[in-house]
């Protein structure tokens, strides 16, 4: 054998070397390719300077458009991409899958709850989302959301030429699900709410670094001064419900007259308080940027605005001045509803979400270990020209028929954890959207405005001010 070596040695080492190779890159190539960034800042000053829009195109023709790792708001993630990504996402919930919030959402929303991260919203407040969010609930929301809407444009926008339609948008939605979540209708205690209501949801999904200055730091602000507040409202709703049985009929009486299944007791105060504000989060924040989303399309888009209008005005002249709108007027405002789902596509009112990966995957020939943080997000198929051809083509007309194929638009996510407020969000945009042309025409005072992407829902970057021409009636 000895003698044998040195002829060997030649071929065995290679050999040795290359097996090596095989184990050793099996090992490294089994996650997405990707980078995770600096340490601590991981990718976050790039999502900060360019937003969750560019950051995920450039990441998917950089690295894979299947998949690619990423190091944001604090936790290594990989983001499954494309419909084959989507439908992994939400045809596997539970299986592979459990909710999970970022460090940041979880601090500044949800302190109190210590097992949030895996939190089953069925068994929390499953009854009380559907109860508020189901059908026959919506449909007595129509007139008090028109009426608001009208209360708004007369005494908010009318008497100006130019309104940051951002700050009114963010006024008229938060004052509308405080209304109709919670009954509280006072406008000083509304007012008093929003700033720190914004504050929280600027910095909700942040880089959690909590020191003076950073959106993180001003989010843990805000949520204290919500909590503080919200928590008030429910002891005083407590106390009514002493003396009125019945309560007033809202969610948080509701939730306050709920006894346990198990043990017969009621929900805690910060229970109450905390599902009321996950409701108030997304009732405000994505609801009100979809309004702006479609507000700018509409005041850049004038053939589009036209034929919204047409639509709109034929509702409105069928109806007597005073009289509000209906479900019946909401299923006509059927063209204006593809405009809103354009619009969503092109810029979608939430950058997607995060999941925990509960068993190890393979997706697309990468493996994803137990413990990994996985996001998916509609960027990675709205402007795919695979699925949207002409993907920057504003055409309404793509939603017409049977639409776009599965998985692709995905806006309200899908599967089980799809968005049970997407019912709420279309009566609200389209309920506003009707008061507001058929109010105004408006155009941008800044032509060139960007939306911003580098937060959870985009936002104009300076507020969205339009030039308001009101129609002659
Ligand atoms: C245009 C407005 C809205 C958009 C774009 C939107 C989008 C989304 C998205 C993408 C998800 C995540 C789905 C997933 O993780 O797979 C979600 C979940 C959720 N949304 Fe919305 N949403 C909107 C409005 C609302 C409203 C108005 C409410 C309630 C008042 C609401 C309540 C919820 C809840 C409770 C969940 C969690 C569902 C679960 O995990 O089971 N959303 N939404």
């Known amino acids: 054998m000895e003698s044998l070596m040195p002829y060997l040695l030649p071929v065995l080492v290679p050999l040795f070397l290359y097996l090596f190779s095989l184990i050793y890159r099996k090992g490294s190539s089994r996650l997405p390719p990707g980078s995770v960034g600096w340490p601590i800042l991981g990718e976050n000053v ?57 460090v940041s ?34 449909r007595q929301y129509i007139p008090v959301m028109d009426k608001l809407a009208r209360e708004h444009l007369r005494h908010g926008w009318m008497r100006n030429s130019v309104v940051k339609a951002g700050p009114a948008t963010k006024k008229y939605t938060f004052e509308l699900a405080c209304r109709l979540f919670m009954d509280v209708v006072d406008p000083e205690r509304l007012d008093k709410l929003l700033g720190p209501f914004s504050l929280m949801t600027d910095g909700m999904v942040s880089l959690p670094i909590n020191f003076p200055g ?55 105060h910060t229970r109450v308080a905390n599902m009321v504000v996950g ?6 924040y994505e609801v009100s940027s979809a309004i702006n989303i479609v507000t700018q399309y509409l005041a850049q888009l004038p053939h589009i605005y036209d034929l919204v209008f047409k639509e709109q005005m034929e509702i409105a002249t069928s109806k007597g001045a005073d009289e509000l709108l209906t479900e019946e007027d909401v299923e006509k405002m059927k063209y204006t509803w593809n405009v809103v789902l354009e619009c969503f596509r092109i810029t979608p009112p939430s950058f997607g979400t995060f999941r925990e ?27 795919n020209p695979d699925y949207f051809p002409e993907p920057d083509k504003f055409d309404p007309s793509r939603f017409e028929g049977s639409g776009p194929p599965p998985y692709t638009f995905v ?62 009636k």
């Open 46 to 102: 790039e999502f900060a300077v360019v937003g969750s829009q560019r950051l995920i195109k450039e990441r998917m023709q950089k690295y894979c458009r299947d998949a690619f790792k990423t190091n944001l708001f604090g936790e290594k993630l990989a983001v499954l991409c494309g419909a084959g990504g989507n439908k992994f996402i939400f045809t596997n919930e539970k299986k592979l899958f459990a909710p999970w919030f970022p």
């Open 105 to 138: 959402l979880s601090k500044v929303i949800f302190p109190d709850f210590d097992h949030v991260r895996h939190q089953e919203p069925e068994a929390t407040f499953y009854n009380f989302k559907h109860d508020v969010l189901k059908p026959e609930a919506l």
């Open 214 to 268: 950073t959106a993180f730091n001003r989010a843990l602000r805000g949520g204290r001064v919500v909590r503080a507040e919200l928590l008030r409202i429910v002891e005083e709703r407590r106390k009514e419900l002493e003396v009125m049985s019945e309560g007033r009929g809202d969610l948080m009486s509701k939730m306050l007259l709920a006894r346990s299944q198990e043990d017969g007791k009621p929900m805690s």
């Open 357 to 383: 990966t509960i068993t190890e995957f393979t997706f697309a020939g990468f493996t994803v270990p137990k413990g990994w943080k996985i996001m998916w997000t509609p960027h990675s198929t709205h402007n």
């Open 411 to 472: 806006p309200f996510g899908g599967g089980a954890r799809m968005c049970p407020g997407r019912g709420y969000a279309k009566l609200v945009v389209l309920v506003f959207i009707h008061n507001l042309v058929t109010t105004f025409r408006f155009e941008k005072v800044l032509p060139h405005e960007k939306m911003l992407f580098n937060r959870l829902s985009p936002a104009p970057a300076h507020g969205l001010p339009i030039r308001l021409h009101p129609h002659q």
């Open 279 to 284: 409701l108030l989060v997304a009732g405000l």
